[in-house]
């Protein structure tokens, strides 16, 4: 079962420190070196500003002496700052004036990837990219291939149902995992624990149904990989009882309490015309009044037929960005309660020669299926020419898959817009004039997720 | 507008704009109610030059493509603006604030400049990284395995 | 002053055992393999289940490891969870370089030990052309159970004192490649209502 042998030390590329950690042109500037505009932007102005508000940012953005300011550096090995994201700092005592995001740390490649793998594999690479919520991403890839295929119409309804399960059960887990890791950035470090507690139950489903606990690959195009296990019904049915209590408990322990309020109150606040300027979507933009849910109005899926609320916010600030997550978190259990209902009997995928491999059963029987199962898994099936872009409403806002096809049966471009990265943009803002500990609630509150940041 | 070709891709209306024409274009269509910026992103098209373009078009080895969204009227608008290698393309930051870092992604990705834009640099590469990733010309950069003929 | 000669040029492991110094460097052994700290090094989706092992379902608070250091000053084992990009790479040296001896490093999931399924230019490929690494867990993302699994596999090597001797010689790590260990039981196991 092991085995083991030494490698001499001179067989090692050992990288030289030091110098090779630093990003020249990409890192925060003294203010001497870029542009107004540049400065500007890092001290997180976003729209056109009025004679006074522009007065009251060169308070904070205006002429500092070099011995009055410090530029620090906030990761990328950091507890706090929810993956490698590193963040530039240029503080006057505590007070953050300037913020710039260094991102690129967990650049993987995976757009340039899935110009190699086909149609039928590039779930597998898609589903990395924002790994909290998997299910997510796959089905914005299956269902951006499916318009270019021209079958998106033909998904049989109860494969859109179990989509729709499984991407509300995502949401849940996702946004569990953000109640968490807020808490723990927070300082409520028993939250941590009890995040977890409640999301192992549904990374239990996960992997009853899918076989895996994260990165499942089951959404492909043309339907799922599987159809739903006996006993299904019992096992949603049970997360369902056992989590309002939970969430209960988590009011107790930090809706109401004054520290809690105190930290994430007025902290990291945007306003509706910055946010929709900076293309922020999900939470923060619902946390600024502004009521926009792909799943209500621009509706994929078998959402019109589900009866569910969008959570809104009033003031912009962190505070209500959690609030929006643990609300959410009900409403996906209502939307699961009715799919519950609803859940009809059919196929789980389509019935197309061409996309879907026939069952596993059949390819001892019948020399056709034999071939287009082989067909399909070694070279995959051809897409026709021609390019869309698809989005839904992932946990952290609006995901959407751009894929360019010239005929083949690997994408041409795949590209995915990514909520995180988008989001990441408004650190600047929202950290402008903050302390440094309401940076580290600021991060949290967007909840970013590096894998997609940086694809 | 001058310089605009309207087509239709799968049911989403898509505009071929040409460079000189672009930000002009954007401007436009934000008075027109597309306010957000959801996405800005490119293509090479390299290794596959015959692609079907509406008549009027005339391609380019790069295309730049923008996915605007308006929230008031729920309808989004995709832009495919043609950009030969070397030549930059207007930078749609005073408009779509929301677009510096994804031109900044272009920029990494692609090599293509954006002018305005206030601090083009690379995004996801190292600062000292050669060439540009996602280029047709650019190697995938894989490693030999003991498996032939793995896809990736 | 010949016995604190050999101390010092090999350590307790070089003095012919008699009952006392044999057992002072048990103790050693025993007590670094039972509170080992992890440095917090997660970097993508193994990041994940680290943080499910140190969850109350998996917990390696049972072996010692619950506390994750930021600092590398303060900790012993990096598990290296994630894929490492071509820009994180030399941050890695860096923290690691930063840790104090002994230190060892778990390479968790596919990514870290091999590149994983990402064979391009952006990610390295394999952790080990930069740290030398003691253990290899497979697995995309690996179950709690088979990072707990190398774990202990790495409490086990520390206890046993091996790895100490041939890090002395060659500065390489043990190059162990444990078996991944399915995900387990599949029935909810419920927690009692309060």
């Known amino acids: 079962m092991t085995t083991i042998d030494a490698r001499p030390a001179s067989d090692m590329n050992i990288v030289s420190t030091g110098a090779a950690t630093s990003e020249g042109g990409q890192e925060l500037k003294p203010r001497g070196e870029i542009s107004q505009k540049a400065l500007m932007r890092e001290a997180g102005a976003v729209l056109r500003l009025s004679e006074s508000a522009a007065a009251a940012l060169s308070e904070v953005a205006g002429d500092i002496g070099e011995d009055q300011s410090m530029i620090i550096n906030m990761g990328p090995q950091h507890p706090s700052t929810h993956g490698v994201l590193r963040l530039m700092l240029e503080l006057q005592g505590e007070t953050v004036l300037r913020c710039k995001p260094v991102i690129g740390y967990l650049h993987t490649g995976m757009e340039r990837t899935g110009e190699s793998l086909t149609y039928l594999q590039g779930g597998t690479n898609v589903t990395r990219m924002d790994y909290l919520s998997p299910l997510n991403n796959e089905l914005v890839f299956s269902m951006a291939t499916e318009k270019l295929l021209g079958i998106d119409d033909d998904i049989p309804e109860r494969a859109q149902w179990m989509r729709m399960l499984l991407s509300e059960l995502n949401r849940m887990s996702s946004h569990l995992l953000f109640l968490a890791t807020n808490g723990m950035d927070l300082g409520a470090v028993s939250m941590m624990l009890y995040g977890w507690r409640e999301r192992e139950e549904v990374l239990r489903f996960f992997q009853k149904v899918t076989g895996l606990r994260m990165n499942h690959n089951f959404i492909r195009p043309g339907g799922l990989a599987a159809d739903l296990p006996a006993g299904w019904r019992d096992d949603v049915l049970h997360l369902l009882e056992m989590l309002p209590d939970r969430l209960a408990e988590y009011e107790i322990l930090m809706t109401g309490q004054p520290i809690w309020r105190e930290r994430l109150q007025g902290v990291g606040v945007i306003t509706q015309s910055e946010a929709i300027a900076l293309a922020a979507t999900g939470p923060i933009l619902r946390s600024t009044g502004l009521a926009w849910d792909l799943r209500r109005d621009m509706p994929y899926l078998k959402y019109p037929e589900a009866e569910f609320d969008v959570v809104v916010g009033a003031h912009g600030d962190a505070y209500d960005r959690y609030a929006i997550r643990l609300q959410e978190i009900r409403e996906s259990m209502r939307i699961v309660r009715q799919i519950l209902d609803k859940m009809p009997s059919g196929d789980y995928r389509i019935q197309n020669k061409k996309v879907t491999p026939p069952p596993r059963g059949r390819i001892n029987e019948s020399m056709e299926a034999l071939i287009h199962h082989f067909k399909i898994f070694t070279e995959g099936f051809k897409v026709p020419e021609g390019e869309v872009y698809v989005a839904i409403e992932s946990p952290r806002g609006e995901i959407g898959c751009y894929i360019a096809s010239d005929g083949s049966s690997v994408p041409y471009r795949m590209h995915v817009r990514a909520p995180s990265f988008v989001n990441v943009q408004c650190l600047p803002h929202m950290m402008r004039g903050g302390l440094i500990a309401d940076a580290v609630v600021v991060i949290s509150s967007i909840d970013p997720v590096l894998g997609e940041v940086d694809r | 507008m001058s310089g605009v070709v309207a087509d239709e891709s799968h049911g989403q209306r898509v505009l071929f704009v040409e460079r000189s024409e672009y930000l002009a274009a954007v401007t436009a269509l934000y008075e027109a109610g597309f306010t957000m910026c959801v996405d800005l992103t490119a293509v090479d098209y390299l290794a596959h030059e015959s692609r079907v373009v509406p008549d009027g078009v005339v391609t380019q080895r790069f295309e730049v493509v923008v996915n605007l969204l308006s929230i008031a009227n729920r309808e989004r608008v995709r832009l495919r603006v043609q950009v030969g290698d070397g030549e930059s393309v207007a930078s749609l930051f005073d408009v779509h604030p929301s677009t510096e870092a994804m031109e900044r992604e272009v920029f990494d990705m692609f090599g293509v400049r954006f002018d305005g834009h206030p601090d083009l640099t690379r995004i996801l590469m190292p600062e000292d990284w050669d060439g540009h990733p996602l280029r047709k010309d650019y190697a995938q950069g894989r490693i030999p395995v003991q498996f032939k003929g793995a896809a990736s | ?194």
């Open chain 3, 1 to 194: 002053m010949n016995a604190v000669r050999e101390v010092l040029d090999n350590g307790l492991g070089g003095i012919k055992h008699n009952f006392l110094t044999g057992r002072v460097e048990d103790l050693v052994k025993w007590s670094r393999s039972r509170s080992s700290w992890g440095a917090t090094f997660g970097l993508a989706c193994c990041a994940i289940e680290m943080m499910g092992t140190g969850a109350p379902h998996y917990d390696i608070a049972r072996f010692g490891m619950e506390v994750f250091r930021a600092s590398p000053r303060q900790a012993d084992i990096m598990i290296v969870a994630g894929r490492v990009s071509q820009k994180m790479a030399p941050v890695l040296r860096q923290v690691y370089d930063q840790m104090m001896e002994p230190k060892w490093v778990i390479s968790m999931g596919v990514c870290a030990s091999s590149g994983g399924m990402f064979n391009n230019y952006a990610i390295v490929q394999g952790v080990d052309q930069i740290v030398p690494v003691d253990v290899y867990a497979p697995g995309c993302p690996p179950t709690p159970e088979t990072l707990i699994h190398a774990i202990e596999t790495l409490h086990q090597l520390i206890e046993d004192g091996e790895i100490m001797h041939r890090r002395a010689e060659s500065g390489a790590g043990a190059n162990v490649h444990i078996q991944e260990v399915p995900a387990g039981v599949i029935t909810p196991v419920t927690l009692d209502r309060r």
